[in-house]
């Protein structure tokens, strides 16, 4: 399932990542992929460990972590610090699913949902869809700057290549309260119908026994 998170960023906050991003460095991408996806993965990334990573992490991270889309759709548990990428003429990710495991140490987390931040607006490339494999067949998607996507990340996916223009995005990995993605969409669809019934008809029977039902399937399917 795919869900955007819409408005995520406001203009001042985009502002500020632009001025952030500027003030780094940026080092080839492919140093931070996978053994199997650094044969496809062509781009550039911030450099991390910078003054300006950690303000921008809080920027970005503080405004999604808050998101009540977010919240209800990844169930997040765990999350890891993003990476800021750029795509330039001629670059692109080629096919790939996001490692199961990552981080380091005692700082492993399973990745279950995986986010792409759009910082800036389509119009400023061509190219640079994300493109993901669905039930459905393929869906591309290619959002205002400010916006968001959140899908699970054992999904093929891949980035078109950029012709003209510069794409800057932030992607980060989400361990979940819930692993499987169909429980996931079901449980955000359901928690949407509880949120409406709670501030329509808040003291109906049928609110309380979805409600109900919605608080036992998370703790019946949460991994903890």
């Known amino acids: 399932m795919l869900t955007p998170i819409r408005g995520l960023l406001d203009q001042d906050q985009l502002a500020t990542a632009h001025r952030l991003i500027a003030a780094g460095g940026f080092q080839d ?4 992929a996978g053994m199997a996806a650094r044969r496809v993965k062509h781009n550039d990334e911030l450099a ?9 992490n ?12 977010y919240r209800s759709a990844a169930m997040p548990l765990k999350i890891a610090a993003p990476y800021y990428a ?5 670059m692109s990710y080629g096919d790939h699913v996001d490692d199961p495991i990552m ?18 607006s389509p119009d400023d490339y061509d190219g640079g869809e994300l493109v993901i494999q669905t039930a459905f067949g393929e869906q591309q998607v290619k959002l205002p700057a400010g916006d968001a996507v959140i899908y699970p990340s054992s999904s093929l996916h ?29 449980l955000h669809e359901m ?23 919605y608080i036992n399937l998370v703790r019946m399917w949460s991994a903890l």
């Open 29 to 32: 991408g492919s140093r931070s």
């Open 48 to 56: 991390l460990g910078t003054a300006q990573m950690s303000e921008l």
């Open 58 to 69: 809080n920027l970005v991270m503080g405004s999604l972590v808050k998101h009540p889309t």
């Open 86 to 90: 750029r795509y330039t003429p001629g």
């Open 103 to 120: 981080g380091q140490g005692s700082e492993l987390y399973r990745s279950d949902v995986s986010v792409t931040i759009f910082l800036n």
């Open 158 to 186: 891949r980035v078109a290549e950029v012709s003209r223009g510069e794409r800057l995005v932030a992607v980060s990995w989400i361990q979940s309260l819930v692993p499987e993605p169909e429980k996931r969409a079901l």
């Open 191 to 213: 928690n949407l119908a509880r949120e409406t019934l709670l501030q329509e008809q808040p003291d109906a029977e049928a609110t309380a026994q979805v409600n109900h039902a």
